[in-house]
């Protein structure tokens, strides 16, 4: 949406916010039907299907926080913003349905980079089937805030909690771990190698096909709903999490509000290959980074023995996305990884703060 | 719960996100029936009652752009930030249900401060049934943020948007005008008196009786929850919106909604003697600032003529809360108002950038 030319571009400022509502108004795809008021009222008007649970999430990304302008681009910024979001309602086993966008933008924001926000929270909602039914717009004196509330839908009895599980029940983790927190890792390596003045806005990606894997991993996570849906619909899992403040983190807090502890086997865990490959050549242990870094956005799940049957049938269908099995909660409330002959602590997980 | 004696009060940062979460777990009233999943798992998942609809919407209050610490302490903005959506609940015709919290904290924000916040927000969530049910927290590289999500329901046919009104409706407006605008009119001049040396944190408010009510308003605005849904339910309104940006601005929207323009009658305007006697002191037009000022949070709403009497079934109910007709939508698609001998053209409403 830039404009051509030596113009400078516009600032969001210059516009004021109705036409900035009524750009986002334009661009949202038709109302679909069961969204009686979208964009532009006091609030949005939805209904529910009958005999349905409401599933209400919100997460946002902070500007210096959440996220570097260097190394996301504006839509990569949108489309996160609403697939953690996504992810939440997932890992409850709920279907995603509508998300309000609250947006607070520095004065400094261009019309482009807003409309570009906007493409990349609308390509996620696409993707997962949400519709963008509302919001709010201010100004912000400091960092682009983006904070996303999503609510979904779930059969009651088909909820998934962390507080499920029961000692014996075994662990899966979807897709690979570490790759988010490898593809920041070599984000900032390169941010601090590039010279500032060279005055490059957006550090440029890696050639290795496994490490491009890694960044684009943690500028555009993807957020497990199909995988969610389904666990929760066969009733596969007895506790399950999203993995926003990476493994070592998700399996505390299932073990803590399941009344259990988890040993997980080192042997098992799917580390991504860029993150194997990244974190040995940085000299680091490739299996302490990827249990502690966060923004993978896999699912983290708990299957109690006798429902093996019906992961299995949840492995059928899940489109080529690993689940593996990496451990299991134990009776013991203590949380450790096998490694070798050794039985460790887990390493900490993100913290906000 | 600040700690007596010498000792620095406690930063956030000195105690990280899990014991925040736990914090606020514990000082939310006790779940309601129908609040499925509460605080502390991925997501919150609660049911409504079949055949109603679902009432989405989100609103934030970002530090120096909508409060100044230095007026509105700690527990004012909780409340506000949950005020200010419930209200816009209330303007659909909904009941608010649930509040989700996303706040984002600087680094110097000490625990006391936090749970003040928490408090401020809990009451305002006593006073309209409305349950804290999960959000989120994350630092803030810059200002201090509340974003507040709000789900409500409200029954089929009983929505009240801004597009429902026709020509010859009447307008009505519920409480007094521009007491929040000269409430925070009056904070400014206070400040600006007080020299920044005398260290004072908080501005003390006046002496007199209908200035202290315009204080208490810009703080803590009166969502009109009830005579929303009695408006509601009732059908005794075409249209309806809060004044979040002022009486000009709503009139413009529901015109606008409409497809109709609008006259209001400046000498019905129930403007606050607060506000009649600051504005006038201060040299300035009282019924062009109460008319452009924003935050009242009062609704206005159309009545078509054949409705009257259902009005007249919601006046009866609303508690002393005045209801005043103001003005009526037009077929001729201006907005204007008369004053006098002459007709003018409406003072802009807040902008937000």
Redesign the interface.
Known sequence: MSSPGSQPPQR??D???RVLIERIRKRVPPTPAGL??AI?????????D??T????????L?????FDRRFSSPADIGYKALAVNV???A??G?TPR?A?L?L??PEAITLAEVDAILDGLLEMAAECGVAL???????????L?V?V????S?K?RK?L???GGRAGDALYVTGRLGAAAAGLAWLRAAASSTAPESGRAHVSGPEDAHLAECVARHCRPAPRVRIGALLGRNRAASA???LSDGLADAVTQIAS?SGTGATLDASLLPIHPGAISWFTAAGGDPLAASVAGGDDYELLFAVPRRRKGRLRAVVRESRGIPITRIGELTAERTIGIVRGERIEPLPAGF???
Chains 1, 2 share one sequence.
């Open positions: 969001v400022s516009v004021g916010e009686i008021v532009g009222d006091d609030a949005a008007v939805a209904a529910l009958r005999g649970l409401q599933v209400l999430t919100t997460d946002s902070v500007e210096g926080v959440h992810s939440d309602v890992a409850m709920g509508l309000l609250s607070m933008l039914a509302g919001g709010n717009i201010t100004r912000s004196p400091g960092p805030v904070d509330t999503v609510s979904g779930v009651p909820i909690t962390r507080g399950c999490m999203d509000a913290t906000h703060f």
